[in-house]
């Protein structure tokens, strides 16, 4: 009985320090984003402000339907300003720049063109 005490001790204190080091090594950039476009987007590039390129498409093969989210994780630094774009089936796209990641916890992409940032 003792043993199997033990034992559960160990594997919970185990289970709180993996996720307290989850939370730890989150990048002060992270951010959940939303789709409320109305439309699948096939395509998402996050990219730095300060450069000219869309970095690479972080969906891979996915597609993030209307009303679903993605959780966009990543730790670069000091970068405070970034750049989003998404890309629907048709080619078309939507850009939204010089968003400060530091200060945003959730962005929403909306139908009309604009994005709310939580």
């Not at 730890?24 to 109305?38: C, M, S, W």
């Not at 989210?69 to 750049?83: E, P």
Request: glycine content about 10%; some cysteine.
């Amino acid at each position: 009985m003792q043993k199997l005490k033990l034992l559960t001790v160990m594997v919970l204190t185990a289970f709180v320090v993996m996720v307290m080091a989850s939370v730890a090594f989150a990048g002060p950039q992270d951010f959940t984003l939303i789709n409320n476009t109305g439309y699948p987007i096939y395509v998402v590039n996050v990219s730095p402000s300060n450069t000219d390129n869309w970095e690479e498409d972080i969906l891979g093969s996915q597609v993030l339907g209307n009303g679903e989210h993605l959780k966009v994780s990543f730790n670069v630094g000091d970068q405070r300003q970034w750049d989003i774009q998404a890309v629907f089936e048709d080619g078309s796209g939507l850009a939204w720049m010089g968003i400060d990641l530091f200060r945003v916890a959730c962005i929403i992409l909306n139908g009309d063109g604009t994005a709310t940032l939580q």
